[in-house]
């Protein structure tokens, strides 16, 4: 149903949009929304796929730090009972934190789960952000090109 419209809002509201659909998108599972499809139909309509990319990544980094935050928040809960538990998460942060985060962030995964744990793991929310960013900006900028190739597709196609 909501397909429908994404052309008309995706011209109405432009990258700030997509900027906001994302955010959302990556702060909540409760409110599911059709981001990738977004992020191929802006191209597809002609938005500059770079910015696309862009907007959607900076968006859903910033969302990440809900699940984040919930972690930080866990840490200090279970720090008490699980002090060799969270030593755990602590080490493993330091040690493949970035590209973790980054691969994961990448790939079809429930992402929130690394976010939790990495604020489990009290990993620095500078570096959390910027490996979010990195992995979401590729997955972004292949769905934003994919769109830009679809706009040669003849429309008797779809």
Same mark, same amino acid.
């Given at each position: 149903?909501? +397909? ?9 509201? *432009? ?7 994302? =955010? ?6 409760? =409110? ?13 309509? @002609?938005?500059?796929?770079? =910015? ?6 900076? *968006?859903?980094?910033? !969302?990440? =730090? ?6 930080? @928040? !866990? ?5 008490? $009972?699980?002090?060799? !538990? ?14 973790? %985060?980054?691969?994961?962030?990448? %790939?079809?995964?429930?992402?929130? %789960?690394? *976010?939790?744990?990495? *604020?489990?793991? $009290?990993?620095? %929310? ?22 830009? +190739? ?9």
């Amino acid at each position: 149903m909501i +397909e429908s419209y994404i052309p008309f809002l995706l011209k109405s509201f *432009g990258y700030f949009g997509i900027f906001l659909v994302s =955010l959302i998108s990556a702060s909540t599972i409760f =409110l599911p929304l059709p981001l990738y499809l977004i992020i191929v139909a802006a191209s597809a309509i @002609g938005m500059n796929p770079f =910015l696309v990319a862009l907007s959607s990544a900076i *968006g859903m980094a910033v !969302g990440e =730090l809900t699940s984040y935050f919930i972690g930080l @928040g !866990g840490n200090k809960l279970l720090e008490k $009972r699980h002090k060799k !538990g969270m030593k755990n998460f602590e080490r493993f942060f330091k040690k493949y934190g970035f590209v973790a %985060i980054v691969i994961t962030a990448f %790939i079809p995964f429930p992402f929130d %789960i690394v *976010g939790i744990s990495a *604020g489990l793991g $009290r990993y620095e %929310i500078k570096k959390f952000l910027l490996a979010v960013f990195v992995g979401r900006f590729f997955k972004a900028i292949l769905l934003a090109l994919l769109g830009y +190739e679809m706009r040669e597709v003849p429309s008797w196609m779809y």
